[in-house]
């Protein structure tokens, strides 16, 4: 797919980023934009992925109780969250320069190999590394910034409208094979060794994955540098009067809030339920069992003009779920949560990031400024993360008094999808009228 000549590739932006899913049979006589099909650099992109899914969920759904089990500090857990959510946003920023003028393939092999130094460090470090936890914490937050600026660009430019939803089901169909049976045998092997060796062992192994990943992507082709990077681009796209984006930020800061808080705090409540890592992974292995059947069948059977009424159903059931959590916390009530989420949280989050990208593709001026715009979306996400990690922190000093304050704020934290998709329901509609 990529071109040498700058002028070949040019071409090739536009007809990818122009978002038209036109066949003949509209009367233009042009490309199918409504072939669901994946050439090999998205595959191999969908690869990467899969390999730092596994690494992932083999150490990195451990990594919350780790630092619990060291410190017995929620909050510093808070911390060690908005620490890394905060500079993976600022990262993101900074990085947009490197992506759009030089070689984004280098800025996404040393995000991926950074990650790599992460659990290599937290290895070295053992006990100790509660100690850290705020280095370690800006650490593992640019090697996220640096790994997803990259990804999200080259994403963009491997997908066009007719496949992005069946690229999306497919990167989360392996995200949720990664945990199925990663999180498992990591909470297997940390059980069935004592003291800190099992969670050597798994932290070995996810190194030894990140390594691999830098090698694999090496088969991803170089894409050329165009344009210039416009550092306040976002800005100047939130204060323009009409921008598409006015509505588009606020919907993605609701996606944010809910992930900044669920994203640690669920299995982290599962292990301070049972006290027992593989509770932890059997958690993981049902709930990304029934994840990945999810993402699988709403994969191939969304399309863009199914998307609003999917995602209104998925906003209202993932809210719906949480309600098990207001009974006492055990692992059951939790697992009843994870599956009603795994169910459903593909019905929003696919029209979501589609539609997003759909929005950056819409014409060849759009096209032309992805990086930046892929930046604004990963701002929106930043933002509305750090609100909802600091509603958690200051939450959290009343749960003794209060013992439903928890649930409530993953209530509060958990329904705005529902705004989110109010703010988008526009363009969700205008994809369904385009296709």
Known sequence: MEQGKHSVQS??????????????????????????ALDSQAKLLLVVQGLLGIANALSGTFVPVYLWKASQSLALIGWFNLVQTATSGLTFWIAGKWVKEHNKMHCLRLGVALSGAFYLAVLLMGRQAVTYAIP??????????????????????VTEPGNRDRFNGLAGFLGSGAGILSPWISGWIITNNQGERGYSIIFTIS?????????????????????????????????????????????????????????????????????????????????????????????????????????????????????????????????????????????????????????????????KQREEFIVLREAGLTTGRILGLSAYLLVLPFSKEMPHAVPILMFVVGAFPIVGWLFIRPYLSRARNTA
């Open 11 to 36: 071409n090739w932006i536009a007809s990818k980023a122009r978002g038209k899913l036109r066949t003949s049979s509209l009367g233009n006589g042009g490309r199918n934009y409504d072939s669901r």
């Open 136 to 157: 370690l914490g800006l650490m593992n937050g640019i090697a996220l910034g640096l790994f997803w600026i990259a990804y999200n660009v080259v994403y963009f430019e």
């Open 207 to 367: 190194v030894a994955m990140f390594a691999i990943a830098v090698a694999v992507s090496f088969w991803l082709k170089k894409r050329e540098p165009i344009g210039r990077y416009e550092w306040l681009h976002g800005v100047r796209q939130l204060s323009t009067k009409g921008s598409a984006w006015r509505r588009v930020f606020p919907a993605i800061m609701a996606q944010g809030v809910r992930e900044g808080v669920f994203m640690f705090l669920i299995n982290l409540l599962v292990y301070i339920s049972t006290s027992n890592e593989q509770k932890v992974g059997n958690f993981s292995l049902i709930t990304s069992f029934v994840a990945l059947a999810s993402f699988w069948l709403i994969g191939r059977v969304l399309t863009p003009a199914r998307r609003k009424i999917a995602m209104l159903i998925g906003t209202i059931a993932v809210t719906t779920v949480i309600i098990p959590l207001f009974w006492p916390i055990q692992y059951g009530t939790l697992l009843m949560f994870g599956i009603g989420t795994a169910i459903f949280m593909p019905l929003y989050i696919i029209p979501m990031t589609s539609t997003v990208f759909d929005l950056i593709g819409q014409n060849d001026e759009s096209a």
